[in-house]
């Protein structure tokens, strides 16, 4: 999903985007940028809440700024992505206020953090980190549990009985509020509970 918002400021049309520049909203993208340019106003694209450009919107973007349009990013994913996408020259977009720094304070800029998305963040721990030991302790609970309730679905002594419905009673139990419940262990691993 995309969120397109339009601002009038002295002169120029500002094309505010948040969320994802990706399959049919660059075609929306494209038909807002075509009606603000009707207007005769420069236009700038404000790229500060976007989560994820497609190639088909580097295309878009790389078009847009060689018809006029200034585009801005924060960040260094989608400064790099915008970057990349016209002509691979760092120079070719203004980041955020730097473009009337001296050369003394963009240097100095450099080594100050970039800001990052929380997707961004989320996705990358995501693929380069094994689960916390909360998360491996909610596996191993969700595991026995299901070993438990599929190794003594037919059983006919007590104990393996026991063991079956109690694994039972914790999988279909509703609405529990309790940290180690099977919809909030779900939640937290990322899965369906839904049957």
């Not at 420069?42 to 006029?68: C, K, N, Y």
């Not at 509020?177 to 937290?188: I, K, P, Q, T």
Request: with cysteine.
């Amino acid at each position: 999903m995309l969120k397109i918002t339009t601002d009038t400021d002295a002169g120029r049309t500002i094309l505010k985007l948040a969320g994802r520049l990706t399959g049919p909203w660059i075609e929306e993208l494209n038909a807002c940028w075509r009606d603000a340019a009707a207007g005769k106003q420069r236009i700038e694209v404000v790229l500060h809440e976007i989560t994820s450009i497609d190639e088909a919107g580097r295309r878009l973007l790389a078009d847009m700024h060689r018809r006029g349009v200034q585009l801005t990013a924060a960040g260094c994913m989608t400064k790099a992505i915008v970057t990349e996408s016209i002509d691979r020259r760092a120079d070719a977009i203004r980041t955020g206020d730097r473009t009337s720094q001296t050369v003394d304070e963009r240097i100095g800029s450099l080594f100050q953090p970039d800001s990052l998305l929380v997707a961004q963040y989320s996705e990358t721990l995501r693929r380069k980190t094994l689960f916390e030991p909360e998360k491996r302790l909610m596996l191993a609970i969700l595991e026995d549990a299901i070993n438990c309730f599929q190794d003594n679905l037919l059983a006919q002594d007590v104990r393996s009985s026991r063991l079956f419905h109690e694994a039972e009673e914790w999988i279909v139990e509703a609405a529990s509020d309790g940290v180690f419940s099977f919809d909030n262990v779900c939640e937290a691993l990322d899965l369906n509970p839904a049957p």
